[in-house]
């Protein structure tokens, strides 16, 4: 069956430390979208991509980078630099340019604490 | 930063009840689509209006759209218990989407 798989589901980060939350898609959708969601609020906009090789600046890119060297993965690192990192965090996939009228799919999250 | 804002930010009602939830945004979209998120996972695509339409329907569910008001609505009709869950509406302005901060809705057996 096709769909997003993020890995892990926990993942635990000491003070100063850098982790990466994987993303993987198999809809061979073009486009993939990093979000950050926090207790009883909405999805923030970390950063997307289009393409291969591409990648935009969401809202709340500041502490964060991605890197898109597959069409099929899209992995975010949590830097040093970001302060507050706990969260929960959602990639999602879609279809952009003329399939701009689809919906959203998206992973099960990974759940960030610093400790 | 966020573009759609729901209202009621919690609602709670009895099985069997329908449950109104609104949506307002503020700038133009291509479409505006509905989500829901059960406690601690991702979000499933339930409906998508795109802004040349007025109403749509799906199963139990029902979106009107409003674009001159900027503000859509959805329905879901005879509640179930099951349809505890948050959710979102989210607006398509050109090449990513913006969600609100959700409904939590709580159906009472």
């Known amino acids: 069956d096709g769909g997003i798989t993020q890995s892990p589901k926990y993942l635990f980060r000491k003070e100063g430390q850098n982790v990466t939350l994987s993303c993987e898609q198999n809809?061979?959708?073009?486009?993939m979208y990093w979000y950050r969601q926090d207790p009883g609020q909405g999805l923030r906009l970390i950063y997307y991509?289009?393409?291969?090789?591409?990648?935009q600046k969401g809202d709340i890119a500041e502490g964060y980078s991605v890197s898109r060297e597959k069409k099929e993965s899209f992995p975010l690192t949590v830097t040093s630099a970001q302060k507050n990192p706990t969260a929960f965090y959602l990639c999602?996939?879609?279809?952009?340019?003329?399939?701009?009228?689809?919906?959203?799919?998206f992973g099960s999250g990974t759940r960030l604490t610093v400790v | 930063s966020q573009q759609g804002e729901e209202d009621p930010q919690a609602l709670s009602i009895q099985e069997g009840e329908n449950a109104t939830m609104n949506c307002s945004y503020k700038?133009?979209?291509?479409?505006l689509q509905w989500y829901r998120q059960n406690s601690g996972r991702g979000l499933v695509h339930l409906i998508l209006?795109?802004?040349?339409?007025r109403e749509k329907h799906s199963g139990r569910l029902r979106v009107t759209l409003d674009t001159s008001k900027k503000s859509s609505s959805l329905l879901i009709t005879a509640s179930r218990a099951a349809d505890t869950a948050s959710y979102f509406c989210?607006?398509?302005?050109?090449?990513?989407?913006?969600f609100g901060a959700g409904t939590r809705l709580t159906v009472k057996p």
């Open positions: 989210a607006t398509r302005a050109n090449n990513d989407m913006r």
């Open positions: 991509s289009q393409i291969v090789n591409d990648f």
């Open positions: 809809l061979n959708h073009d486009a």
């Open positions: 209006i795109r802004s040349n339409e």
């Open positions: 999602a996939s879609s279809t952009p340019g003329v399939g701009r009228h689809y919906g959203y799919t």
């Open positions: 700038t133009s979209i291509n479409n």
